[in-house]
C-alpha cells in the first residue's frame, strides 16, 4: 500500500429517497497523504451505497483487505432481504477508474443470520470469518459465519454458518465486534448479552471457536468468560497476543460505571 487510510461512514453519499431518506447509504472512502512537505491528505469516495433494492446500506466501520488489494466489509441494512450485506470492493485495473462492487451474501434474518454489526477478519485460505447479530429466533441471539472464496475466478462464493447462539441460554447472544485469530486458527469475539442471568438478556461474553479436527467437522465454540453484574457490555473487538492472554473493553462497569479495559489469561 501507499500508506493511504480506508474507511467507511455509515451515511453520506447523494441524498436518497426511502429507506435511506436524504442523508445517504454510505461511502467508502480513501485518504492518501501529501507529497513531501505538503499537510493536506486528498480524499476520494471509492464507493457511494445506492438506495436500490438488492445493494447494502449503512456500512460497518472495520473493513479489511486481503492480501490481493481487494476490500471487503459489512452492512448493517440493506441487500435483498434488508438484513444487511457482505460486501467486496475490487480495486480498478486503470490508475483514475472506479472500483468495482459484489455483493457476496444477502442475509436472510433466517438461519444464516440478519444485521451485522462487526466486520470481517480474513483467514489463511482467503476465507471470510464474521458474525450477524440475528439469527431468526426470540433475543437476537446471532451467528458466526464463513463465506469461502470460489475456486475458480468470478464463480460464486460458499457461504457457511460456524455458529449458531442459542437464545435463552449461558451461551452468548448478539454478536457485535470483529472477530480475530490467533496463532493456531481459533477464533475470539465478544457478544454484547448472554452469559450470566444477571442481566434481562445476558451481560455479555467473550467466546473462542475452535476449528475441526478434520476437514468438514464443525468448530467448537467455548464461553470463556461472562459478566456476573448488569450493563457489561463487551463492545469491540479483542485483542491477542502471543502469549494468549486477551484485551479488551467493556461500555460499562468501572469505578464510575462509564467503562473499563479487561484482560483474560488463558
Not at 435511506?20 to 476520494?44: H, I
Not at 486458527?185 to 454484547?192: A, E, P, R
Not at 459478566?227 to 462497569?253: A, D, H, I, K, R
Request: proline share 9%; with cysteine.
Amino acid at each position: 500500500m501507499d500508506g493511504s487510510l480506508y474507511g467507511v461512514t455509515p451515511a453520506g453519499g447523494p441524498p436518497a429517497a426511502s429507506p435511506c431518506y436524504k442523508v445517504g447509504c454510505g461511502t467508502v472512502f480513501q485518504l492518501t497523504p501529501p507529497a513531501a512537505g505538503g499537510s493536506r491528505w486528498t480524499k476520494s469516495i471509492l464507493y457511494v451505497f445506492p438506495s436500490r433494492v438488492g445493494d447494502g446500506r449503512d456500512p460497518n466501520a472495520d473493513i479489511v483487505f486481503d492480501s490481493h488489494g481487494n476490500l471487503y466489509g459489512t452492512t448493517y441494512a440493506g441487500g435483498t432481504s434488508s438484513y444487511g450485506t457482505v460486501f467486496q470492493l475490487t480495486p480498478p485495473t486503470q490508475p483514475g477508474a472506479a472500483w468495482a462492487e459484489t455483493v457476496l451474501h444477502n442475509f436472510t434474518g433466517g438461519s444464516d443470520g440478519g444485521y451485522p454489526i462487526g466486520g470481517l477478519v480474513v483467514g489463511a485460505n482467503g476465507s471470510l470469518y464474521g458474525t450477524a447479530s440475528y439469527s431468526g429466533v426470540p433475543n437476537d441471539s446471532g451467528t458466526v459465519f464463513d463465506l469461502t472464496p470460489p475456486s475458480v475466478a468470478g464463480g460464486e462464493w460458499t457461504f457457511s454458518v460456524l455458529h449458531t447462539f442459542p437464545a435463552n441460554s449461558k451461551d452468548g447472544a448478539t454478536p457485535a465486534s470483529t472477530m480475530v485469530f490467533d496463532e493456531s486458527g481459533d477464533l475470539y469475539g465478544t457478544t454484547w448479552s448472554g452469559g450470566s442471568t444477571a442481566c434481562y438478556l445476558g451481560c455479555g461474553t467473550v467466546f473462542k471457536l475452535a476449528p475441526p479436527l478434520e476437514p468438514g467437522g464443525s468448530w467448537t465454540e467455548t464461553v470463556l468468560h461472562d459478566w456476573p453484574n448488569s450493563e457489561q457490555v463487551p463492545n469491540v473487538s479483542v485483542v491477542v497476543f502471543n502469549s494468549g492472554l486477551l484485551y479488551g473493553t467493556t461500555e460499562f462497569l468501572g469505578a464510575k460505571d462509564v467503562g473499563s479495559a479487561f484482560t483474560l489469561a488463558p
